[in-house]
């Protein structure tokens, strides 16, 4: 259990493989832009820094968090990626639909997990307020998007492993 807010996106390059020879695949949630957009700066910033080529991360977009499952499941059946990156970002409101679209999504990613041999990192933001998923997609808290890269390569390592 945390204990105390901190950005916890600081990584030390030397500590991670290069990922030079990686293929990455990122799909990205529309719904919520700005914190989506911000996850996927971070996410795009930390492959390149730790080596992937720009030509060698491909994004798609979806319309919801909801569509990552899909979308996801679209990379693995029609790419050669080495892993992929859900971005997405679901604020709580008054309504049940919060806790639907979590638990859909979260259990759709799962599964991609369990069904193919290419890693599928978990980046969606359940949030309670818009300004919690601000401070971490590049505020306070640091970017989440940057902590699913350096998980991303880290998983495709151990895979080739």
């Not at 990552?68 to 604020?91: N, P, S, T, W, Y």
């Not at 979260?106 to 890693?119: A, R």
């Not at 599928?120 to 949030?127: E, G, N, Q, W, Y």
């Not at 997609?137 to 895979?159: F, P, Q, R, T, Y």
Request: net charge negative; with cysteine.
């Amino acid at each position: 259990m945390a204990t105390e807010n901190k950005n916890l996106s600081n990584y030390d390059k030397n500590s991670i493989p290069n990922a030079k020879d990686f293929r990455f695949g990122i799909v990205v949630s529309e719904w919520n832009e700005e914190v989506t957009e911000g996850l996927y700066n971070g996410a795009f910033s930390a492959l390149t820094n730790c080596g992937a080529l720009p030509e060698n991360i491909i994004r798609w977009n979806v319309p919801g968090s909801f569509e990552l499952i899909f979308g996801a499941r679209q990379m693995h059946e029609k790419l050669e990626l080495d892993a992929i990156i859900v971005i997405g970002c679901v604020i709580k409101g008054e309504t049940m639909h919060f806790e639907f679209v979590c638990e859909g999504v979260t259990q759709g990613i799962k599964d991609m997990n369990v069904i193919y041999d290419v890693p599928t990192i978990f980046c969606v933001l359940t949030d309670n307020t818009m300004q919690q998923s601000i401070d971490r997609s590049g505020g306070k808290h640091g970017n989440k998007g940057v902590e699913a890269a350096i998980a991303a390569i880290k998983m495709v390592d151990l895979n080739r492993k």
